[in-house]
């Protein structure tokens, strides 16, 4: 293998996996070691930058972060990194004087369609840098789906409003209760650009027999939610059948049980395991006494007098073809029906836009959504963005932002005259953490605690109470413990090779038996060669030139805990343990494109 | 030294041997010497021999006496016994825990002064006694503890980390060794793994007396240009004259190498070792030519590696002494002392 090039920004931010993993790269153990300073302002402010909702996604991530953190490769769980956002959110002093100051305005106009996570990250990128930004949303607050499909009890009103209010408080025009009709209409005022972050609003229906007639007790989730969210709705029959696994069904039932549901069923079609709804979601709505049935697929509506009583359904199983896929096919059993007085139906969200009038400029592919280019977040219409779930579909709040983010940054190059395919690099900055012999400016010491619980409101007062916040988010105390727990894993390990004497004290010292010296070879063939298996060839090695002796060392990047104790044990000083921050593009930012840097 | 524990996790992937330990069981404590040391080098081949072997930690006795080589025990076998003794004195305490308990497997870690200086004789002693043991010196030519003065292993002309130059002349323990009928011997060095686990491995199987030498460069007083037990100079210089593999309960299988090249020494402990012929002319049965090869290759300045002599069908001291198989620290009162009628009849057949 050739020597590693750990000068290539992607390098050493591979390793820090949490990092890699977030659609908005937030650097988790940056934040997270200034969370166990009590640092709670700085960890916020950190995040804030970022992911530009610290307190709503501390509670609501959807954390691609957290399967991917090295410690949970190393013993059973990860760190609570999402929950531990929370914990800056939090306990943060007022942070209002961090934030940027409104900006005079540089005279060109933006439109943001849609008042959610995309469209207000857009807003939080430009509005700064002098952009007139107006949001228009149908509700007439600020937050999208994040106010109206998340149940108070996981998110509550005070943050959406504390976090929404940090935007447009940055000199952000905020039209609410303003629906969006007509895209012509909009390009016929002039706005040097527009974005549409208007999100998946539709729910997908259900057409199976007796949808019709027993319509007024069958309903579709995210319109029910938001019926909930508002005060429309306040009550609902004693057994409730929640049709789909998805989070939105998680959010549906557990609502249910809070407005008078007593016997609250989902009921999936695939099985437990494959359930889209996130681990964590589904063991909460099991804890308030939600059995999850599998394997059984609706297929008609039962009613009585224009009344609805029950659900039947058919009993499948699942069967793998030769290529792996599942197919679900009856199991033979007899049908099964579920009595109950309402349905909810969470089976999916689509997109809509029956707004966008087919002569705007803007093509949609053969399944109705927009041309988007994945980079800059262009349509076919120079001047029109996307972003969220309007873009590509259904995902969650954090790649919501990261697309915000991006188009803010397509939207400034354009109106600065710049081509926005070409994207200034990130900037990275690596130092070493040396203090003493033996001493870092991090603590190394790799604490042995499993991850610790977040505490929860007493089951009985929470189910009676649809406002109370279920999570009571960890106390100053599990915060440090928690925190603890992180590797680390932004302070990298740092070989020079020319400083190696080869006497084997790192690779003897490691926990982990990480390093190995060995000749070189092609990396299939290295891999095999190491002191210690090599799973995960997704995780690089990092390989040095050749040292005196003709070998090369060779690290494993998979399982390091970054305990630096080869650069303690090295007598040389060939090992450091060096901070690595990277710091994204965002609109405004000024470093160099490497087109100019190579000039 | 380090100030943080080892950390506890290890890798999920670590293979386990037959008595489903890893490696990491056969750790001790975290090495307070310095950074870079070849002690744990020899420490850490000392855990990946035992690990090998899957020996029971229980079974181990680690004695030491005093040096930076006889802290290491501490630092490996953390589940077994051990003895820091009084310096020099490793070879006697080892003697006679041996003559108390035959079934420990007997580790005796000493360094160049504890072995060539202050406790030469005890070395000498216990060597030619046969004492059933693996006799490892961690030889860095230096005392490390009281700032690197040559050690007795010194070579003669050799310079000290401020540019002394030796005058003495050095003492080579494995021609010592081989003199005084060690029956197993062998040289190696902690920066060649390879090499120093599976001789190690080796010489925990063999019944009688085994000698390794390990040089062991130090870093803080003897790892500079000048010094003939550097890192650099023992790489030049090292003439490994064979390469071994231990292998454990399996018949050596040797398609891998050219035929004719491989010689399988069987051994005391059931497991054979597979030499791995580098020179053609090396034999090593031959105590007489290995000490000829060993002073002819010094006079060149070559340092000698390898298994350099072993006798397979070695005695140890038990034998010497005909003493029962049973340990005499578990023999019963009854037995130790069978009564007055045998001692009548004992002192009447010497009448």
């Known amino acids: 293998m050739k020597p590693t090039d750990i000068a290539a920004p992607d390098y050493f931010h591979k390793v820090v996996d949490c990092q890699w993993a977030c659609p908005a790269h937030t650097p988790v153990p940056e934040y997270i070691r200034l969370i166990a300073q009590g640092r709670y302002s700085d960890a916020y402010m950190i995040n804030w930058k970022s992911n530009v909702f610290p307190g709503i996604l501390g509670r609501t991530c959807d954390r691609p972060c957290e399967p991917a953190c090295r410690r949970g490769r190393v013993e059973d769980n990860p760190v609570a990194i999402c929950r531990l956002k929370r914990v800056a959110a939090d306990f943060k002093d007022d942070i209002k004087q961090r934030l940027p100051k409104p900006a005079p305005k540089n005279g060109k106009r933006v439109a943001l369609v849609g ?51 940090y935007i447009l408080g940055l ?110 979601e589904k063991e909460d709505a099991i804890h308030e006494d939600i059995p999850i049935l599998n394997y059984m697929v609706p297929v008609a509506f039962k009613h009585v007098a ?64 927009p041309k988007v280019d994945p980079k800059t977040f262009v349509s076919t219409n120079p001047k029109v963005f996307f972003g969220g779930d309007a873009a590509f579909g259904p995902k969650n709040i954090i790649w919501a932002v990261a697309h915000g983010h991006d188009a803010a940054l397509s939207i400034h190059r354009m109106l600065s005259g710049e081509a926005i395919d070409e994207r200034p690099l990130p900037e990275v900055q690596i130092s070493s953490q040396k203090m003493g012999i033996h001493e870092w400016s991090y603590d190394n010491d790799i604490s042995n605690d499993k991850r610790f619980k977040v505490p929860h409101r007493d089951k009985v007062i929470a189910l009676k109470d649809i406002r109370a916040e279920v999570e009571l988010g960890y106390d100053v105390k599990l915060a440090l413990g928690e925190a603890h727990r992180c590797l680390n894993c932004d302070v990298q390990t740092v070989f020079s090779t020319s400083l190696c004497i080869e006497c084997d004290a790192c690779a003897d010292i490691c926990p982990m038996d990480c390093i190995t010296f060995t000749g070189n070879g092609e990396e299939g063939d290295l891999r095999q060669r190491l002191k210690a298996p090599s799973p995960h060839s997704d995780q690089d090695l990092y390989v040095s030139s050749d040292l005196k002796t003709g070998r090369v060392m060779v690290k494993d990047e998979d399982v390091c805990l970054h305990c630096g104790l080869c650069a303690e044990r090295c007598p040389t000083g060939a090992w450091d343990m060096q901070k690595y921050f990277i710091e994204m593009t965002y609109a405004g930012s000024t470093c160099p494109t490497k087109s100019r840097s190579a000039a | 030294m380090t100030y943080i524990a080892k950390p506890k996790f290890h890798h999920p992937g670590l293979k386990k041997n037959a008595l489903g330990y890893t490696h990491r069981d056969y750790e001790g ?19 990946e021999a035992c690990y090998e072997l899957s020996i029971e930690p229980h079974r181990v006795a680690k004695i030491s006496g005093i040096g930076c080589s006889s802290k290491t025990p501490d630092y490996f076998l953390g589940n077994s016994h051990g003895f820091n003794s009084v310096h020099g004195r490793m070879p006697s305490v080892l003697t006679g825990a041996n003559l108390a308990n035959r079934d420990l497997i007997y580790l005796g870690v000493s360094g160049d002064g504890d072995s060539a200086s202050i406790g030469f004789g005890q070395f000498a002693h216990s060597i030619r006694r046969g004492v059933n043991m693996t006799y490892i010196v961690e030889n860095n030519g230096v005392y490390g503890l009281t700032k690197g003065q040559f050690s007795a292993t010194a070579d003669r002309g050799s310079k000290s980390k401020k540019g002394v130059t030796n005058t003495d002349n050095a003492i080579d323990l494995v021609a010592i060794a081989l003199q005084l009928g060690a029956t197993f011997v062998a040289r190696s060095f902690s920066g060649d793994k390879s090499q120093l686990v599976p001789l ?16 062991s460069p130090c870093i803080a007083f003897n790892n500079h240009a000048g010094s003939t037990k550097s890192f650099d100079y023992v790489r030049e210089h090292n ?43 090396y034999d090593p049965h031959d105590r007489l030519g290995a000490q000829t090869f060993l002073a002819r290759h010094a006079a060149k300045g070559q340092i000698v590696t390898g298994l350099l002599y072993v006798d397979p069908d070695a005695e140890d001291l038990h034998e010497h002494l005909n003493t029962v198989e049973t340990p005499l620290n578990t023999l019963e009162a009854d037995t130790l002392c069978p009564g007055s009628a045998v001692l009548d009849k004992i002192n009447a057949s010497l009448r």
């Open chain 1, 115 to 165: 008042g959610g996570p995309a469209s207000l990250t857009v807003a939080r990128d430009l509005a700064p840098l002098g952009y007139h930004c107006t949001v228009f949303d149908a509700d007439p607050e600020a937050g999208g789906m994040m106010r109206t499909q998340i149940p108070k009890f996981r998110l509550p009103n005070s943050v959406i409003d504390e976090e929404t209010g």
């Open chain 1, 171 to 280: 000199g952000v025009d905020f039209k609410g209760g303003h629906r969006i009709d007509s895209m012509k209409a909009l390009l016929a005022e002039k706005y040097d650009a527009i974005f549409v972050g208007s999100g998946a609003p539709r729910g997908r229906e259900l057409d199976i027999p007796g949808r019709k007639e027993a319509a007024a007790n069958i309903h579709i989730g995210i319109e029910w939610l938001a019926n909930v969210s508002f005060g429309h709705i306040d009550k609902i029959g004693k057994r409730v059948i929640v049709l789909g696994g998805g989070n939105t069904a998680m959010d549906c039932c557990r609502t249910a049980r809070r407005l008078g549901g007593e016997s609250v069923k989902v009921i999936v079609r695939s099985g437990f395991e494959e359930m889209k709804a996130s681990p964590w």
């Open chain 1, 306 to 369: 224009g009344k609805l009583i029950g659900v039947t359904f058919q009993k499948v199983k699942a069967e793998y073809d030769a290529n792996g896929r599942r197919n679900l096919v009856p199991s033979g059993e007899p049908d099964e029906t579920i009595t109950c007085d309402d349905v909810l139906v969470a089976v999916g969200q689509e997109n809509a836009f029956p707004w966008i009038e087919p002569d705007c400029g803007i093509e949609f592919d053969k399944w109705h959504m």
């Open chain 2, 29 to 47: 404590k975290i090495s307070t010497l310095c950074a870079g040391c070849g002690h744990d080098s020899i420490t850490a081949s000392i855990i």
């Open chain 2, 200 to 215: 190690i491995a080796a010489a925990i199987g063999h019944k009688g007396a085994s000698f390794i030498d390990v040089i």
């Open chain 2, 239 to 281: 003439d490994a004259v064979n390469r071994l593999d231990v292998l454990v309960g399996r018949d050596p299988i040797a398609v891998d190498y050219a035929p004719g090249t491989i010689q399988v020494v069987e051994q005391h402990d059931g497991n054979k070792i597979a030499l791995r012929k580098i020179d053609a002319d």
